[in-house]
T-cell receptor, first 117, second 114 residues
Framework: GAGVSQSPSNKVTEKGKDVELRCDPISGHTALYWYRQSLGQGLEFLIYFQGNSAPDKSGLPSDRFSAERTGGSVSTLTIQRTQQEDSAVYLC???????????????FGPGTRLLVL | DQQVKQNSPSLSVQEGRISILNCDYTNSMFDYFLWYKKYPAEGPTFLIS?????DKNEDGRFTVFLNKSAKHLSLHIVPSQPGDSAVYFC?????????????FGTGTRLKVLA
C-alpha cells in the first residue's frame, strides 16, 4: 500500500510570501502529525490531528503557521509571510490513531524541504 | 528545554562491531520510547520501541535497553553493517488517553565503516 506522501518535495520562496505544504496520510490512518526539522535540530512537533477532535496546535511557533485537515484525510500546512528562519524540512506523519495504553508507530513522509530566501 | 537528549551527534563504528546509541530524557511521565532511522532525503522510519513496563526489547540485530531510574535508553546494533549508516532519533511520549505527541531527540549520525 502507499505510504505517506508529501508535496512539493522542495520549495524555494522569497521572504514574505505564503507557502502551502501538502500531506497525504496512509489510507485509514486517523491521526496526522506535522513536524519541522531545522538544520542541526531534532524533529520539532508542530500540530496533531486526531479524527474529528480539535487539533493540538501547541507546537505551532507563531500565528503565521496554520494547518487544516479536510475530510479527515489530506492536510495542508500554511506558512504566511515566510521568514528565513522558517527554512527547514517539514515532515508529516500518520498513525492508526487508536487510543488506549501504549504508543503507536508514526509513519513519516519524505518531507518538504523549504528554503526561504 | 530539551526533554529528550542525544548527546553524541555522531558515531563511527567498524563493520561487524557493536554500535551503541544513547538517549537521555528528563520527563518521568514518559512511558513509551521509540527509535527511528533516517536516511538522507527520506522520512524517518520506525525501528524499534519499548514500553516503560519493560527494560529490554530485542528485534534481530537491534536491542533497546531502558533504565528508568537513570532516565536513559540505548540502542544496540550487533553486528553493525554499512547499510546501518543513517541518523538515528530516539523519541518519547507520555500518553494520556487518546494523544500521542512524541518528543524527539536531535539525532545521532551513525557511520559504519566497511
Amino acid at each position: 500500500g502507499a505510504g505517506v506522501s508529501q508535496s512539493p518535495s522542495n520549495k524555494v520562496t522569497e521572504k514574505g510570501k505564503d507557502v502551502e505544504l501538502r500531506c497525504d496520510p496512509i489510507s485509514g490512518h486517523t491521526a496526522l502529525y506535522w513536524y519541522r526539522q531545522s538544520l542541526g535540530q531534532g524533529l520539532e512537533f508542530l500540530i496533531y490531528f486526531q479524527g474529528n477532535s480539535a487539533p493540538d496546535k501547541s507546537g505551532l511557533p507563531s500565528d503565521r503557521f496554520s494547518a487544516e485537515r479536510t475530510g479527515g484525510s489530506v492536510s495542508t500546512l500554511t506558512i504566511q509571510r515566510t521568514q528565513q528562519e522558517d527554512s527547514a524540512v517539514y515532515l508529516c506523519a500518520s498513525s492508526r490513531g487508536t487510543s488506549g495504553t501504549g504508543g503507536e508507530t508514526q509513519y513519516f513522509g519524505p518531507g518538504t524541504r523549504l528554503l526561504v530566501l | 528545554d530539551q526533554q529528550v537528549k542525544q548527546n553524541s551527534p555522531s558515531l563511527s563504528v567498524q563493520e561487524g562491531r557493536i554500535s551503541i546509541l544513547n538517549c537521555d530524557y528528563t520527563n518521568s511521565m514518559f512511558d513509551y520510547f521509540l527509535w527511528y532511522k533516517k536516511y538522507p532525503a527520506e522520512g524517518p522510519t520506525f525501528l524499534i520501541s519499548i514500553s516503560s513496563i519493560k527494560d529490554k526489547n530485542e528485534d534481530g540485530r537491534f536491542t533497546v535497553f531502558l533504565n528508568k531510574s537513570a532516565k536513559h535508553l540505548s540502542l544496540h546494533i550487533v553486528p553493525s553493517q554499512p547499510g546501518d549508516s543513517a541518523v538515528y532519533f530516539c523519541a518519547a511520549s507520555a500518553s494520556p488517553s487518546g494523544t500521542y505527541k512524541y518528543i524527539f531527540g536531535t539525532g545521532t549520525r551513525l557511520k559504519v565503516l566497511a
